[in-house]
């Protein structure tokens, strides 16, 4: 099977700095995109960032010029550099991937969640 795991998160005073991490695991032949999303108390999940195989990246243009995306194709790891954190960045952080894994009968595709991470960011 196929797992995300989320790593980085915590509690950080405005216009401080965190580093989300999630690394998929399994056995994964190919990781096409993968994306951060984040969903604050009682507003529904959304896009913060993606970023494809080939590196090319959409930003929330909420985020944009403050939160960077980058991705370790070796170890099937994306990685969400936040600065200047705001008060209203505080949300669960979930990574997102969109892969195709093997099986005992061949290759298939998948989209997977991880856990969550916790981001708060105090004023």
């Known amino acids: 099977q196929v797992q995300l795991v989320e790593s980085g998160g915590g509690l950080v005073q405005a216009g401080g700095s965190l580093r989300l991490s999630c690394a998929a695991s399994?056995?994964?032949?190919?990781?096409?995109?993968m994306g951060w999303y984040r969903q604050a108390p009682g507003k529904q999940r959304e896009l913060v960032a993606s970023i494809t195989s080939g590196g090319g990246t959409d930003i929330a243009d909420s985020v944009k010029g403050r939160f960077t995306i980058s991705r370790d194709n070796a170890k099937n790891t994306v990685y969400l550099q936040m600065n200047s954190l705001k008060p209203e960045d505080t949300a669960v952080y979930y990574c997102?991937?969109?892969?195709?894994?093997?099986?005992?009968?061949?290759?298939?595709?998948?989209?997977?969640w991880g856990q969550g991470t916790q981001v708060t960011v105090s004023s």
């Open positions: 399994g056995i994964i032949f190919s990781i096409n995109h």
């Open positions: 997102n991937a969109n892969l195709n894994y093997y099986t005992i009968y061949g290759r298939r595709p998948g989209d997977y």
